[in-house]
């Protein structure tokens, strides 16, 4: 994975720990000062989708959540 979808995926599950809601491109533009246009976080996103790493919540979502295997992630490093 490069230093760029690094970057956008840690800013996601960051985003979805502190709101629990799907993320969206331009909250993560808007929040964490990311040096990439919504319309390049969408598409990495697309990228990170592909590779497992988020899944949207539905179809229709214009916003993806983080997967499963992630949600497991967060959640024991949370309670640590």
């Not at 979502?61 to 024991?76: N, V």
Request: proline fraction near 2%.
């Amino acid at each position: 994975m490069d230093d760029r979808k690094k970057q956008i995926l840690q800013a996601i599950i960051e985003e979805y720990i502190n709101t629990a809601e799907p993320v969206s491109s331009g909250s993560l533009v808007q929040r964490y000062n990311l040096d990439y246009s919504s319309a390049t976080i969408r598409n990495e996103m697309a990228e990170l989708e592909k590779s497992g790493y988020l899944d949207k919540p539905h179809t229709s979502s214009r916003q993806s959540s983080i997967s499963k295997r992630l949600q497991a992630i967060c959640r024991r490093t949370i309670k640590r």
